[in-house]
């Protein structure tokens, strides 16, 4: 079994001091890699060069930045990648991000396929490159069937793997991964685990992609108010019965999206092995 964390890069002193710490619980499990988002909530780009070399440096962990190639050039990336490349780093996220309201000119890349082509292009098989996957759909797809063929050939321009975005029905995870291989796609498809431990913060991220909370787990939510102890308890039995019941159906690779906290990742995760 591999599994893998995702963090943020922090931007305050506090921040570096307590990813630090998580970073050290979960090595103890020996995780496979440590992936750093970019450019993602407002966090600057540097930080995500600052974090992934100081986890390659230090961890015994190799990270995996994320690269979101919108709104940028390709000298730029290009540039990114050497470094990485220089400081012994073989797997990146690649990605589109999202494209920033009000931009017109949104650069060399307009899709994460087109990265996909870039790296393979410029670097050949030195990465290892996962790229997303929407079981639930992107938001902004016309519909399931393009967004699967899209997905179709990011993998076919030379992608290795990919990662899901977070989802709690496992059926559309199955569905998903039955529906690439008839695309003839047999490539890993690693689920994206979000543990549950804040209800606003949850529904806020769902909005925006677009991964549905069943309303009966939404429901229960609802009611735990202030009490974020029993919520956080009943996050972790969902989530828990969640990769349960993909391990139960041959899933063999996970990757948690941390929120930059040891627990209840470090659980879910040890529960796993
Ligand atoms: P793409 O694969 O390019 O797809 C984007 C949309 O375009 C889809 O709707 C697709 O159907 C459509 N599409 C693709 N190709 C074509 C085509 N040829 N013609 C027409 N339509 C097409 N964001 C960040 O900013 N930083 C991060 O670090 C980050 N990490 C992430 C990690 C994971 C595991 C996931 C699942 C998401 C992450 N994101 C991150 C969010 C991601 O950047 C957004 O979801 C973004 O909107 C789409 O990126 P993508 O790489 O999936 O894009």
């Known amino acids: 079994m591999q599994l893998s964390f995702e963090f943020f890069p922090p931007r305050t002193d506090q921040g570096k001091l307590n990813l630090k710490q998580v970073r050290q619980e979960l090595s103890a499990i020996k995780p496979h890699y440590f992936s750093t988002t970019f450019g993602a909530g407002g966090t600057t780009q540097e930080a995500t060069l600052e974090t992934v070399l100081d986890i ?7 990270a995996a930045p994320h690269l979101s190639c919108i709104d940028s050039e390709k000298s730029k990336i290009l540039a990114l990648l050497s470094q990485y490349k220089a400081a012994g780093i073989n797997r990146i996220v ?3 991000g999202d494209i920033p309201s009000g931009v017109r000119d ?3 890349f307009h899709y994460a396929s087109e990265l996909v082509a870039f790296i393979r292009h410029e670097f050949n098989d030195h ?3 996962e790229v997303a996957a929407y079981p ?6 016309k519909n399931m069937n393009t967004d699967i063929q899209h997905f179709a050939n990011k993998m076919k321009a030379g992608a290795n793997s990919a990662i899901t975005q977070y989802f709690y029905n496992a059926d559309a995870y199955f569905r998903f991964v039955d529906d690439v291989q008839k695309l003839g796609i047999d490539a890993p498809i690693t689920p ?3 543990p549950i431990t804040n209800h606003t913060q949850l529904l806020r991220f769902s909005n925006m992609c677009g991964s549905e ?6 429901k229960r939510l609802a009611v735990f108010g202030d009490d974020l102890e029993s919520l956080s308890a009943f996050g972790l039995e969902v989530v828990d019965n969640l990769c349960d019941q993909l391990k139960s159906q041959g899933v063999e690779n996970f990757h948690f999206y941390t929120m930059n906290k040891s627990q209840p990742s470090l659980q879910l995760a040890k529960n796993l092995l």
């Not at 390659?56 to 190799?62: E, F, R, T």
């Not at 639930?136 to 797809?141: G, K, L, T, V, Y």
């Open 192 to 194: 994206g685990i979000m």
């Open 136 to 141: 639930e759909m992107h938001p902004q797809a």
């Open 213 to 218: 909370i069943p309303r009966w787990i939404e």
């Open 106 to 108: 949104i650069g060399d």
């Open 127 to 129: 990465f290892h490159i």
């Open 56 to 62: 390659q440096a230090n961890d015994g962990v190799s």
């Open 94 to 96: 690649a990605l589109r």
